[in-house]
């Protein structure tokens, strides 16, 4: 099977628009596509069953579109490590192709990958897919990475945007002596996330594949970015795109999301209009900002980025932290966000801020602990999302903001003003007073005839305390 390329979709899991699979299938080669379901990611303690199982969706998705191009997608069960340097010895492949990843196991990983291939004269290409600029290509006039967000889009947002590319015309599977011949590398069958030990009957806000992410892109450009920058921070509206997940897994590209963005400002005469549109990209931006951090900055997924913040003496008591994760601290926007992300494997971002700052400002526990509970229960979620929103959020990250402590109250005042979300996911306090729920300030012979627990912590107490850690640490 001389002259093929192999294809290794990880963060991409579709065919249109990408970039490693476009160049793959240039000049009409044979591409052949494999997945690997690699243990040191689904083993790991950072893992949890919304997002293996929405990964699965959308590998079965991608296996039928090869199917519709002629092709087979291969799965594969074991360590990339492993795997791809014998697979593409066995079948005499020319080349492998992948799209770039920043997270710091993926950058190890791909090295040890390529020294092997090399070793056998194999010939490696990869390509920056999901990100609209390499990190090298966006440094301050110091040509040093940016720590700031401001400056960081201001000059991201005056780059040149690569154009979407087109799929492929054509796609490859194996022989039956073929696939015998590599059976033993761990071919299988796409298993069900149960097969795999994890079990998720919550469903997703958006369905997996390639076909969902571009139809939610088509409904959120249609009807709901007009309004976009009005909306966003109002959990009980249908105002964002929806598309984290879809980001994440790489059912989309940014390049497509972009160009839809300049098509969008090219028909929108109204300064308000463009002002939604460009809101929007600033988000798309956050995204590439904090993939940045995390590729020149790989010790952020381990640790604070302010130095004051790595021994910071953290509370962390265990109680309050598991009232946190079930969602009964008696803070009811709280609760209501951590319901939320138990039942449904996401959370709307105002209400990530929220409870990010009250486990660290209020709590007074490492945002770690934080970190890692959400990486266990998003279905999108991501190490570099992820860590950049709780490094902001505990005021450990690259902010120039030190110390924002959210206040919960006001918080539900200003964007749930009418107790919608909070009375969709605590239906034991809806009916409530508007005024009490918002606030919080429930009588507790009101919060004990529904079950649900009075305040664990003061928060003006609390601020207190966080404030008087941080000057001693900072002092
Ligand atoms: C503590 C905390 C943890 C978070 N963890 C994750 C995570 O694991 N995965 C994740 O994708 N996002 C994470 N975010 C960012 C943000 O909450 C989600 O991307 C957003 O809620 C997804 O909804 P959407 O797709 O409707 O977003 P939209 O408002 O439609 O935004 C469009 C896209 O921009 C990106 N984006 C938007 N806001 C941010 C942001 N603040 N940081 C980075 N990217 C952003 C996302 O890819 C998003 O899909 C986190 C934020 C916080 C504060």
Redesign the pocket.
């Known amino acids: 099977m001389k002259k093929v390329n192999l294809f290794w979709h990880r963060k991409d899991l579709r065919i249109s628009d990408n970039l490693g699979l476009k160049y793959a299938s240039e000049k009409n080669s044979k591409v052949v596509g494999i997945f690997c379901l690699d243990p040191n990611i689904l083993e790991g303690d950072d893992i949890g069953s919304a997002r293996v199982n929405y990964m699965i969706g959308c590998l079965q998705e991608l296996a039928n579109n090869y199917q519709g191009l002629g092709g087979e997608l291969l799965i594969f069960q074991g360590k990339p490590q492993d795997i791809i340097p014998k697979l593409a010895k066995k079948l005499e492949i020319e080349r492998v192709y992948w799209n770039l990843d920043v997270e710091p196991y993926a950058r190890k990983r791909d090295e040890e990958i390529i020294n092997l291939l090399s070793a056998e004269n194999i010939e490696v290409c990869t390509f920056w897919d999901q990100l609209l600029h390499e990190p090298w290509a966006v440094l301050t006039k110091a040509e040093t990475p940016y720590t700031v967000y401001g400056p960081f889009w201001r000059n991201w947002v005056s780059l040149e945007k690569k154009d979407p590319v087109s799929k492929p015309e054509r796609l490859w599977g194996l022989s039956e002596g073929e696939i015998e011949m590599v059976t033993s590398l761990g071919l299988i069958s796409l298993p069900k996330g149960k097969d795999l030990g994890f079990v998720w009957e919550g469903g997703f806000v ?1 369905s997996p594949g390639e076909k969902a992410a571009r139809e939610r892109l088509d409904y ?1 450009c249609d009807s709901l970015l007009s309004s ?1 920058d009005e909306n ?1 921070n109002f959990p009980a509206v249908d ?10 897994f790489g059912t989309i590209a940014p390049r497509t ?1 972009w160009q839809r963005t300049v098509e969008e400002l090219e028909n929108t005469q109204s300064d308000e209009g463009r002002n939604n549109i460009i809101a ?1 990209q600033k ?2 931006a ?2 590439e ?2 993939q940045h951090c995390l590729y020149f900055f790989p010790e952020l997924a381990q640790g604070a980025y302010r130095e004051h913040f790595k021994n910071f003496p953290w509370e962390n008591d265990e109680v309050k932290f598991k009232a946190w994760c079930e969602g009964k601290t008696g803070y009811p926007i709280v609760d209501a966000a951590m319901r939320q992300l138990n039942e449904t494997g ?4 105002r209400c ?2 929220i ?2 700052s009250f486990l660290t400002k209020d709590l007074i526990i490492d945002w770690r602990w ?2 890692k509970y ?2 266990q229960k ?1 279905y ?7 860590n ?3 490094q ?2 505990a005021s450990s990250g690259m902010d120039p903001k030190p110390l924002r402590i959210f206040n919960p109250a006001s918080q539900a005042q200003k964007f749930d003003p009418e107790g919608e979300y909070i009375r969709q996911w605590l239906p034991e306090i809806s009916s409530l007073d508007t005024g009490d729920l918002v606030t919080g300030k429930i009588l507790p012979i009101e919060a004990q005839s529904c079950g649900y627990p009075t305040p664990i912590v003061d928060h003006k107490t609390q601020q207190r305390t966080f404030k008087a850690l941080y000057a001693q640490v900072k002092g």
């Open positions: 958006l959120f976009y966003r105002g964002t795109s929806l598309l984290s997940a879809a980001l994440k999301l929007w988000e798309l956050w995204r900002f904090y996401w959370m709307h971002n990530r801020m409870v990010a934080g970190e959400f990486m998003l999108d979620g991501d190490l570099a999302s992820n950049g929103g709780w902001w959020s």
